[in-house]
């Protein structure tokens, strides 16, 4: 018999190593996505600690700014290292321990001389601080966002990527370079898409858009009274070994008080002192409501919230359309607010909360109502003054007696049509008629009782301007601001200090004649660290149309702007309990004190209190810088944003 020689096993051969070549290739593929992975996951790691180290030194340097730049304007503007731009970034990359890293031998000790660091610092606070300089790469430098670098923001990397230009004198604009310089000569240079009112009308404060940040003084985009004050600069994250190049531009908004409600203190919203609740029908509140801190009992209509430390509500609350309640600063109840409403941008807001900016009110509290002492103040106490910017101020040289503050002598300065101060003395029995004298009803100055007998002198607006063109003075769209006090050291044995708060037997002033204020194209403030009252009707008459260039429609309403700053306000002088309507904000100079300010707690002459039934408020904010008051206070507004790149 014959046998058969098999070979089957050499035919399984290329199958074995087509499926061998397979898994290797498999293998292959896995190793390669991992290290593609690891790859990414480092990538990602890098990009997530630049982020960190970046958000942690922008934060800083808005800390750190106002602070300095307030130093300068403290110092006139002068030349001072404590507040130069190199020891403002100095500081700024101590605060965010932008120098921290491994040090060099503990690097060796992990065997990473030759890994790519995502610890993006070196060790050395110098190193690290040559890494921020002018958009032209001078370290110790910014660049000015003035006419004088307009060359610079020509360049395609910033042409239509940064705000509009301010100008002023070219060594301030030097000096700008060096150490921030905040004026009101810093102006706005020329019309541009950002500036919605007229800049010749308007060359300091503008109409301008409100930046698109979180914290809820305005709706992100809508038009809002301000300046904005810029600086640009770059930073080479990592130096030339890992250069990561980013521009920013740092900005301070100067903002005027302009909302329906605003306080630097704690304020109560939509209750009296003696318990009764705003009226739902008789006030009505538009646009934001800010506050140091608040307790809200309801918004009446108001659309946004923003607070500094803390914002207390009695019950969920409609915040232009949104429900909000007490907690809406928890962790994940924002973050469900944001995800509903696919922004980041919330109705209600605290500064500290909101990333790189902060809010500060610029508040002197009752410094606001004096004059400044002797010497010329410095560029920041100018900047502050409330009384120091009148342009008029009415003094009391003279009373009747130590028991009766009437005066008898007045001194009036004002501004001349030469553009100095004239001076005009006013004495009972010489040049001062009474009212019932001859002359005595064409003087804006008179004095009178109130029915619980408090002396005071007596303003008549409608009467201020043909007084002063009779005595050489400039109009009152110059002199558009009155300050009211006493001259202590002219007639002691008849002037009595005035005490804070206001004693019963202080000088205070009236208001009266003042329904139709429309001849005051610019505008009435009237400042005194006395107690006002509002003796009738008080600019209730509207103009005939906007100011040309306010970014008004002529067809909008519009009442010539009015300021009262006082130590206390009455309505009327008798103890008749009558109807209180007030339109436009409403504001404080307290910054801290015992219990809450009450925005519509309103008292009579009697100083009993306004019954609730009787007030109405229609709170708005200013809608263009024509309605700006010749003396208002401020807020500054820092904020840090990237210049983006293509």
């Known amino acids: 018999m014959r046998s058969t020689k098999r070979t089957s096993g050499y035919a399984a051969l290329p199958a074995i190593a087509g499926i061998a070549m397979m898994l290797t290739l498999s293998l292959t593929m896995l190793?390669?996505?991992a290290l593609v992975t690891r790859d990414q996951a480092a990538k990602t790691q890098l990009k997530l600690d630049y982020s960190q180290r970046e958000e942690a030194l922008m934060r800083a340097l808005v800390a750190v700014f106002p602070s300095r730049a307030i130093a300068c304007m403290k110092a006139d503007h002068a030349a001072g290292e404590d507040w130069s731009w190199s020891e403002i970034f100095a500081d700024a990359v101590a605060l965010s321990g932008a120098d921290l890293r491994l040090t060099e031998d503990m690097v060796k000790d992990l065997r990473l001389e030759t890994a790519r660091q995502a610890d993006v610092g070196d060790g050395s606070g110098a190193e690290v601080r040559s890494w921020i300089t002018s958009l032209t790469g001078t370290a110790g430098r910014v660049t000015p966002g003035t006419t004088a670098y307009a060359n610079v923001f020509s360049q395609s990397a910033f042409t239509g990527r940064v705000p509009p230009l301010l100008e002023m004198s070219q060594s301030l604009q030097e000096a700008d370079a060096l150490r921030p310089v905040v004026t009101p000569a810093k102006r706005y240079a020329a019309q541009s898409a950002g500036l919605l009112a007229d800049v010749t009308a308007h060359p300091v404060y503008n109409l301008i858009p409100y930046p698109n940040i979180r914290f809820g003084y305005a709706q992100p985009g809508q038009p809002f009274v301000a300046k904005r004050n810029w600086w640009a600069f770059s930073v080479n994250y990592g130096g030339a070994r890992q250069p990561v190049v980013r521009h920013y531009v740092l900005s301070l908004y100067e903002?005027?008080?302009?909302?329906?409600?605003?306080?630097?203190?704690f304020a109560a919203i939509g209750q009296h002192e003696d318990g009764a609740f705003w009226s739902m029908e008789r006030v009505r509140i538009e646009g934001s409501v800010y506050a140091d801190a608040m307790a809200v009992e309801s918004a009446h209509g108001a659309s946004r919230?923003?607070?500094?430390?803390?914002?207390?509500?009695?019950?969920?609350?409609?915040?232009?359309?949104?429900?909000?309640?007490?907690?809406?600063?928890?962790?994940?109840?924002?973050?469900?607010?944001?995800?509903?409403?696919?922004?980041d941008v919330l109705p209600v807001a605290l500064s500290a909360n909101s990333g790189r900016l902060a809010f500060l009110p610029l508040q002197p509290g009752n410094s606001f109502l004096l004059r400044p002492s002797a010497g010329a103040p410095s560029a920041w106490e100018d900047y502050l003054a409330g009384a120091g910017r009148c342009r008029v101020?009415?003094?009391?040289?003279?009373?009747?007696?130590?028991?009766?503050q009437t005066p008898v002598k007045l001194r009036v300065r004002f501004q001349n049509t030469a553009g100095g101060v004239s001076e005009a003395v006013l004495q009972r029995g010489v040049n001062w008629p009474t009212i019932f004298d001859e002359g005595g009803e064409a003087m804006p100055f008179q004095t009178e009782l109130t029915d619980n007998g408090r002396s005071c002198l007596t303003f008549k607006p409608a009467l201020f301007d043909a007084w002063l063109l009779a005595g050489n003075g400039a109009g009152i769209a110059t002199n558009n601001s009155l300050w009211f006090g006493v001259v202590m050291d002219s007639a002691p044995e008849s002037i009595k200090p005035p005490d804070d708060p206001p004693a019963p037997d202080d000088m205070c002033v009236i208001i009266r004649q003042g329904k139709d204020l429309t001849a005051w194209t610019s505008g009435i403030s009237v400042v005194t660290p006395h107690r006002v009252y509002i003796g009738d009707d008080l600019n209730a008459v509207p103009a005939a149309q906007p100011p040309a260039g306010s970014g008004l429609a002529d067809t909008d309403e519009f009442f010539p702007p009015l300021s009262i700053f006082s130590a206390e306000l009455r309505i009327g002088t008798t103890v008749v309990n009558r109807l209180v309507e007030h339109h436009g904000q409403l504001g404080t100079l307290s910054k801290t004190g015992p219990s809450a300010w009450k925005p519509l707690d309103i008292k009579l002459g009697s100083?009993?209190?306004v019954h609730s039934d009787h007030i109405s408020a229609d709170l708005k904010p200013l809608r263009s810088p024509a309605e700006l008051p010749p003396v208002h206070q401020m807020n500054w507004l820092v904020v840090i944003e990237e210049i983006t790149q293509d």
């Not at 903002?255 to 203190?265: D, F, G, K």
């Open 305 to 343: 919230l923003a607070g500094r430390s803390g914002i207390e509500m009695s019950g969920p609350l409609d915040l232009g359309g949104v429900e909000v309640d007490s907690n809406f600063d928890a962790l994940g109840v924002r973050e469900q607010l944001q995800a509903e409403r696919q922004s």
């Open 255 to 265: 903002v005027p008080s302009q909302m329906p409600i605003e306080a630097a203190t």
């Open 393 to 404: 101020t009415v003094e009391a040289l003279e009373m009747i007696s130590l028991a009766d």
């Open 607 to 609: 100083d009993d209190a």
């Open 31 to 33: 190793f390669k996505q």
